[in-house]
Protein backbone atom coordinates (compact mmCIF):
# COMPACT_ATOMS: atom_id res chain seq x y z
CA UNK A 1 0.00 0.00 0.00
CA UNK A 2 1.35 3.70 -0.33
CA UNK A 3 3.47 4.86 1.98
CA UNK A 4 2.71 7.81 3.58
CA UNK A 5 4.92 10.22 6.01
CA UNK A 6 4.43 13.49 7.59
CA UNK A 7 8.09 15.74 7.55
CA UNK A 8 7.88 19.20 8.80
CA UNK A 9 4.34 21.06 7.16
CA UNK A 10 4.23 18.22 4.25
CA UNK A 11 2.45 14.89 3.75
CA UNK A 12 4.16 13.06 0.82
CA UNK A 13 2.62 9.83 -0.67
CA UNK A 14 3.93 7.14 -2.06
CA UNK A 15 2.79 5.22 -4.12
CA UNK A 16 3.66 1.45 -5.04
CA UNK A 17 4.67 0.35 -8.63
CA UNK A 18 0.80 -1.05 -8.92
CA UNK A 19 -0.43 2.13 -7.42
CA UNK A 20 1.18 3.94 -10.01
CA UNK A 21 -0.16 2.49 -12.93
CA UNK A 22 -3.85 3.39 -11.61
CA UNK A 23 -3.24 7.02 -9.89
CA UNK A 24 -1.21 8.52 -12.68
CA UNK A 25 2.12 9.21 -10.48
CA UNK A 26 4.42 8.06 -7.82
CA UNK A 27 3.77 10.77 -5.18
CA UNK A 28 1.48 13.25 -4.08
CA UNK A 29 2.82 15.81 -1.95
CA UNK A 30 -0.12 18.10 -0.02
CA UNK A 31 0.77 20.86 2.32
CA UNK A 32 -0.77 20.43 5.68
CA UNK A 33 -2.19 23.89 5.46
CA UNK A 34 -4.13 22.37 2.61
CA UNK A 35 -5.91 20.19 4.39
CA UNK A 36 -9.25 21.12 5.89
CA UNK A 37 -10.36 17.84 7.68
CA UNK A 38 -8.75 14.56 8.33
CA UNK A 39 -10.27 11.35 9.71
CA UNK A 40 -9.70 7.78 10.70
CA UNK A 41 -12.47 5.71 8.95
CA UNK A 42 -13.13 2.27 9.49
CA UNK A 43 -14.19 1.13 5.94
CA UNK A 44 -12.19 3.83 3.46
CA UNK A 45 -13.54 1.44 0.21
CA UNK A 46 -17.30 2.99 0.75
CA UNK A 47 -15.39 6.83 0.87
CA UNK A 48 -14.95 6.07 -3.15
CA UNK A 49 -17.63 7.84 -5.06
CA UNK A 50 -18.08 8.81 -8.79
CA UNK A 51 -17.29 8.02 -12.60
CA UNK A 52 -13.29 6.62 -11.77
CA UNK A 53 -10.33 5.91 -13.68
CA UNK A 54 -8.98 2.71 -11.56
CA UNK A 55 -8.63 -1.03 -10.42
CA UNK A 56 -11.70 -2.30 -8.39
CA UNK A 57 -12.13 -5.72 -6.86
CA UNK A 58 -15.51 -5.25 -5.46
CA UNK A 59 -15.33 -4.86 -1.76
CA UNK A 60 -11.39 -5.81 -1.67
CA UNK A 61 -9.52 -2.78 -3.48
CA UNK A 62 -10.23 0.52 -4.66
CA UNK A 63 -7.21 2.56 -6.24
CA UNK A 64 -7.04 5.32 -8.63
CA UNK A 65 -8.98 8.35 -9.30
CA UNK A 66 -12.75 9.28 -8.32
CA UNK A 67 -15.12 11.75 -9.51
CA UNK A 68 -13.66 12.54 -12.89
CA UNK A 69 -16.57 14.16 -14.21
CA UNK A 70 -17.79 16.84 -11.83
CA UNK A 71 -18.17 16.45 -8.01
CA UNK A 72 -15.44 15.18 -5.20
CA UNK A 73 -12.39 14.43 -6.71
CA UNK A 74 -10.78 11.82 -4.87
CA UNK A 75 -7.51 10.22 -5.36
CA UNK A 76 -7.85 6.44 -3.63
CA UNK A 77 -5.93 3.29 -2.74
CA UNK A 78 -7.35 1.49 -0.05
CA UNK A 79 -8.19 -2.17 0.52
CA UNK A 80 -10.65 -3.63 2.96
CA UNK A 81 -9.81 -4.91 6.00
CA UNK A 82 -7.24 -1.77 6.74
CA UNK A 83 -7.62 1.06 8.28
CA UNK A 84 -8.49 4.31 6.79
CA UNK A 85 -6.92 7.45 6.01
CA UNK A 86 -9.68 10.23 4.47
CA UNK A 87 -7.95 13.87 4.14
CA UNK A 88 -10.58 16.67 3.11
CA UNK A 89 -8.33 19.28 1.12
CA UNK A 90 -8.72 22.88 -0.57
CA UNK A 91 -8.30 22.18 -3.53
CA UNK A 92 -6.13 24.82 -4.54
CA UNK A 93 -3.85 23.85 -2.02
CA UNK A 94 -3.40 20.26 -4.17
CA UNK A 95 -2.96 22.23 -7.30
CA UNK A 96 -6.22 22.00 -8.57
CA UNK A 97 -6.03 18.45 -8.47
CA UNK A 98 -8.37 16.80 -5.54
CA UNK A 99 -10.66 17.64 -3.14
CA UNK A 100 -10.01 14.21 -0.86
CA UNK A 101 -7.39 11.72 -0.72
CA UNK A 102 -8.81 8.35 0.79
CA UNK A 103 -5.80 5.46 1.73
CA UNK A 104 -5.56 2.87 3.85
CA UNK A 105 -2.85 1.09 6.08
CA UNK A 106 -1.29 -0.13 8.89
CA UNK A 107 0.00 3.22 10.58
CA UNK A 108 -3.10 5.22 9.38
CA UNK A 109 -4.57 5.89 13.36
CA UNK A 110 -0.87 7.23 14.28
CA UNK A 111 -0.79 9.43 11.05
CA UNK A 112 -4.09 11.20 11.44
CA UNK A 113 -3.17 12.35 15.26
CA UNK A 114 0.05 13.52 13.91
CA UNK A 115 -1.84 15.23 10.81
CA UNK A 116 -4.26 16.74 13.27
CA UNK A 117 -1.61 17.78 15.97
CA UNK A 118 0.68 19.57 12.52
CA UNK A 119 -3.29 21.08 11.74
CA UNK A 120 -3.48 22.25 15.30
CA UNK A 121 -0.30 23.79 15.61
CA UNK A 122 -0.79 25.83 12.09
CA UNK A 123 -3.74 27.30 13.50
Do not use: C
Amino acid sequence: MASVMLSGDVIDIRFTGWERLWTGRDRLAVAVGAVRQVARVDNPLRLARGARSGYVVSGFVKIGVWGLFGGTRQLVAARRGEPGLHLVLDRAGTGGQFDEVVLSGPDVPGLAEAISRAMAARA
